[in-house]
């Protein structure tokens, strides 16, 4: 047999399969799990829901535990969540919007960050393997937080008629150009900004979990299923699958960061009216 008459063959070996047996790729079937408990309620469950669970169960659990045991001298525990309280704190919230107003929004803008953190990194957690903001619900739940932290802060900071009209018009803007920034300005601001915050942080997360199951799964056919000459390919999906990983535990973080970060713009832009 010839190396490519071998090659092909092992390749055959590993093509999709819908017996259960060879290399069957990922799909975003993965964020659409069928309801275990509670099946035909509003309340049903499904994995990905699960995952949220135990996620804001962990989150809470974390900060609960960490304030109950709070000392003068802070100890591991202790001093990694004072870090991230305070991370977000000054290098987000009081950077972006001031000492003043960075005070005030501090709380929402943590939570923000916390949650779309915890929710991101459970895509990489043994046991729970997805990041339940792949699924649009989440993602358009903490945007709508911040929209609504936008609207409110700029109409206690202004008054809602200048709010209104200063995210509609921007200043020095004749009154004959009014019918068409103002559409645009609305499309802009109240309608874009919360859907690309979805869309943003759903779209990272389902391409991370597509990327790590692609490389585990193809590791998986390769080590068991391939022929021999095929199954050092293995290696190679396996290191990518590390590698991939750590990246996706970096993009976990950037996108918690991004996300907080835009609602600390957006909530600025609000309260600073030009």
């Known amino acids: 047999m010839t190396t490519s008459s071998s090659l092909a063959a092992g390749l055959a070996v590993i093509a999709p399969a819908s017996d259960g047996g060879g290399f069957e790729p990922p799909s975003l079937d993965d964020f659409y799990p069928e309801a275990f408990a509670l099946v035909g309620t509003p309340f049903e469950l499904n994995r990905v829901m699960l995952v949220r669970i135990i996620m804001t169960l962990v989150l809470v659990a974390l900060f609960g535990i960490g304030a109950a045991r709070a000392k003068v001298v802070p100890g591991r525990m202790q001093n990694v969540l004072e870090m991230l309280l305070e991370f977000v704190r000054k290098n987000i919230a009081v950077e972006i919007l001031g000492e003043k107003y960075g005070a005030r929004y501090a709380p929402i803008i943590t939570t923000i960050f916390l949650g779309v953190f915890f929710l991101n990194i459970s895509g990489i957690l043994p046991g729970l393997q997805i990041a339940s903001t792949g699924v649009v619900g989440m993602p358009l739940v903490f945007a709508m937080v911040s929209y609504i932290a936008f609207v409110y802060a700029g109409v206690r900071a202004n008054g809602a008629g200048k709010f209104i009209k200063g995210s509609l018009v921007p200043s020095g803007v004749p009154g004959f150009l009014y019918p068409l920034i103002v559409p645009v300005e609305f499309l802009s601001t ?11 942080l759903m779209a990272n997360m389902i ?39 750590l990246f996706e535990a970096f993009v976990a973080a950037l996108q918690a960061y991004i996300f907080a970060l835009l609602s600390a713009v957006y909530i600025e832009s609000s309260v600073h009216m030009h």
């Open 207 to 245: 391409s991370g979990h597509l990327l790590l199951s692609l490389c585990f799964l193809a590791t998986n056919a390769l080590f068991v299923y391939a022929t021999a000459q095929l199954k050092v390919l293995g290696t190679i999906t396996f290191a990518a699958g590390i590698v991939f990983i």
């Open 190 to 200: 109240f309608v874009l900004r919360p859907l690309t915050l979805t869309v943003r």
